[in-house]
């Protein structure tokens, strides 16, 4: 059983930056790709970026060139920094596998003023 605790989330004004990061724990971090979503009010959850064991990193469109997935295996944490933040990018962010395997942990609130 992998359980995933994420921190990091706060409130940040537009231009700001925040690191986010996700724990794993419960089980060695045996996942190949781990990443992050995210869910803003009313709407899907949707993916925001992923990371192979290996480094290989995909991001979507609105986050490209702003925000940076990294890995640390040895700690079993996923990291995620998010620069240039606009309001559009609030919303609680999570961490899991590509297909959503394990169980959705709580979240981190991240919130951009305008």
């Known amino acids: 059983q992998v359980d995933l605790v994420e921190s990091g989330g706060g409130l940040v004004q537009a231009g700001g930056s925040l690191a986010l990061s996700c724990a794993a724990s419960?089980?060695?971090?045996?996942?190949?790709?781990i990443g992050w979503y995210r869910q803003a009010p009313g709407k899907e959850r949707e993916s925001v970026a992923f990371?192979?064991?290996?480094?290989?990193?995909t991001y979507a469109e609105p986050v490209k060139g702003r925000f940076t997935i990294s890995r640390d295996n040895a700690a079993n944490t996923v990291y995620l920094l998010m620069n240039k933040l606009k309001p559009e990018d609030t919303a609680v962010y999570y961490c899991?596998?590509?297909?959503?395997?394990?169980?959705w942990g709580q979240g981190t609130q991240v919130t951009v003023s305008s």
């Open positions: 899991n596998s590509p297909s959503g395997a394990y169980a």
């Open positions: 419960g089980s060695p971090f045996r996942v190949n790709v």
């Open positions: 990371i192979s064991s290996v480094g290989t990193t």
